[in-house]
T-cell receptor, first 113, second 117 residues
Framework: EDQVTQSPEALRLQEGESSSLNCSYTVSGLRGLFWYRQDPGKGPEFLFTLYSAGEEKEKERLKATLTKKESFLHITAPKPEDSATYLCAVQAMSSSNTGKLIFGQGTTLQVKP | DARVTQTPRHKVTEMGQEVTMRCQPILGHNTVFWYRQTMMQGLELLAYFRNRAPLDDSGMPKDRFSAEMPDATLATLKIQPSEPRDSAVYFC???????????????FGPGTRLTVL
């Protein structure tokens, strides 16, 4: 069964304290791995798509990496405005015609000034 | 700036009442998804459509939920009758799904927060 597990569930950081969020996945053939950011009371906002092991993508203080079993979202020198829930989702090859995503439970990040 | 819109943003209703949520996908997107989000279950996929045709609604309680796309600019999710356990945030997402490419990003709307008393 295709599955996505994110850890930790919650993470508290001081401003400037770099860290990483983990997304482990089990899927019968990965088509793509997606990272979203969700602020309270809002819908998930797309951040990155990764397609193959070794791929990396960056946006401001965020960098996403992908291996054959997991993805990391590295946050460098975070600021309070980076506080949000970060969601990871995978699309299996078997879902290439549907676009269906399987979401993890998310990691809630709080960055204190 | 193209975005998915949803109405209403908030809905409070009493058990047994009908609830209709609406979604306008991004123009040009061919696939629409309905999700439900709760603290316990996270994001659950309820149903999705391709070119207005239902592809899969196996995530929905069939006896009370129904989803339709009357036209390319409107998707609806109905609950009749509503129950307290339906209280959640309902999201609509749209995407341009093309099997020949890898551009399958889903873009989410702001959600409808439903409270059933």
């Amino acid at each position: 069964e295709d599955q996505v597990t994110q850890s930790p569930e919650a993470l508290r950081l001081q401003e400037g304290e770099s860290s990483s969020l983990n997304c482990s996945y089990t899927v019968s053939g990965l088509r793509g791995l997606f990272w979203y950011r969700q602020d309270p009371g809002k819908g998930p906002e797309f951040l990155f798509t990764l397609y193959s092991a070794g791929e990396e993508k960056e946006k401001e203080r965020l960098k996403a990496t992908l291996t054959k079993k997991e993805s990391f979202l590295h946050i460098t020198a975070p600021k309070p405005e980076d506080s949000a829930t970060y969601l990871c989702a995978v699309q299996a090859m078997s879902s290439s015609n549907t676009g269906k995503l399987i979401f993890g439970q998310g990691t809630t990040l709080q960055v204190k000034p | 700036d193209a975005r998915v819109t949803q109405t209403p943003r908030h809905k409070v209703t009493e058990m047994g009442q009908e609830v209709t949520m609406r979604c306008q996908p991004i123009l040009g997107h061919n696939t629409v998804f309905w999700y439900r989000q709760t603290m316990m279950q996270g994001l659950e996929l309820l149903a999705y459509f391709r070119n207005r045709a239902p592809l899969d609604d196996s995530g929905m309680p069939k006896d009370r939920f129904s989803a339709e796309m009357p036209d390319a600019t409107l998707a609806t999710l109905k609950i009749q009758p509503s129950e307290p356990r339906d209280s959640a945030v309902y999201f609509c997402a749209s995407g341009l799904v093309r099997a020949a490419t890898s551009t399958d990003t889903q873009y989410f709307g702001p959600g409808t927060r439903l409270t059933v008393l």
